[in-house]
């Protein structure tokens, strides 16, 4: 294993970071609008990537589901059938499932394997894929910055950002997926100006502090988990600056629905 690939093993193997508690709210809500999105006909679905089983449960009431994940500290806080594998090679047949959903998972995804996710995910596909993605997330502005070794990365490990664009054109033409539909879920009113915040902050001394979820892919360093830190509470000095900032509308992530001809 060579040392980002154990720093990463560190980071997705950290039982907190998959604590029932850090998913509700948004991350319940989007749950509920991949259920509205799934065709009627679908009765089987893969759930790629699947964390702590949030959506997997969810489907199982309705759907047969099968959760896999990379990580076993994930499946751990699952009791739904669920099975440890690579995204990139799945260990089911070609078109075991009417729908594959992948949520919040190729933004991760290592370069050289991206390719072969998403040849997987089209292969276990009978009928349909669902993707989501964060929503033309600035990478740059999410960074945090180790107090050891001074190496600045994205914190949740994002590689890659998205716009619909990205969506449009996700599959290889090679790939018998054609683009349904995609649009923006979960609005949010996002801070205008935030490189200008972000600048003065760096002039001041002050950075985004260090987040106890995140793993620094340079030297490993990390703090101990801390449940109490999440979520956390915004000062009254800071809730009061954000009300007053101005404002843009934007949404948490895409989501897109694929279906195979």
């Given at each position: 294993m060579n040392t980002t690939a154990s720093f990463e093993h560190l980071y997705y193997e950290n039982p907190t970071l998959w604590a029932p508690g850090r998913y509700e709210g948004p991350d319940s809500a989007r749950v509920?609008?991949?259920?509205?999105?799934?065709?009627?006909?679908?009765?089987?679905?893969?759930?790629?990537?699947?964390?702590?089983?949030?959506?997997?449960?969810?489907?199982?009431k309705t759907h047969q589901t099968v959760g896999v994940d990379r990580s076993q500290a994930a499946l751990q806080q699952m009791s739904e059938?669920?099975?440890q594998a690579n995204a990139a090679a799945l260990p089911f047949p070609d078109s075991s499932f009417d729908a594959v959903v992948c949520l919040e998972v190729l933004e991760h995804l290592p370069y050289p394997i991206f390719p072969s996710v998403l040849r997987e995910i089209n292969r276990v596909a009978r009928n349909f894929v669902l993707i989501t993605v964060p929503y033309c997330e600035d990478r740059l502005?999410?960074?945090?910055?180790?107090?050891?070794?001074?190496?600045?990365?994205?914190?949740?490990?994002?590689?890659?950002?998205?716009?619909?664009?990205?969506?449009?054109?996700?599959?290889?033409s090679a790939l018998p997926l054609k683009l349904v539909r995609a649009a923006g879920i979960a609005p949010v009113q996002l801070l205008l100006f935030a490189r200008l915040r972000l600048a003065i902050g760096r002039l001041r001394g002050r950075g985004k502090s260090f987040p106890w979820y995140a793993t620094c892919p340079q030297c490993g360093y990390h703090r101990e988990s801390d449940s109490s830190a999440w979520p956390s509470?915004?000062?009254?000095?800071?809730?009061?600056?954000?009300?007053?900032?101005?404002?843009?509308?934007?949404?948490?992530?895409?989501?897109?629905?694929?279906?195979?001809g």
């Open positions: 509920q609008v991949v259920a509205q999105w799934l065709p009627a006909d679908v009765k089987s679905v893969l759930d790629v990537g699947c964390g702590n089983g949030l959506l997997t449960g969810q489907l199982s059938p669920r099975c502005l999410t960074q945090v910055t180790c107090p050891l070794c001074k190496c600045r990365f994205h914190p949740y490990n994002h590689v890659r950002s998205f716009t619909k664009n990205d969506l449009e054109t996700l599959f290889p509470q915004p000062s009254k000095k800071s809730a009061w600056f954000k009300r007053l900032w101005p404002k843009r509308h934007a949404f948490l992530w895409w989501m897109a629905l694929y279906e195979k």
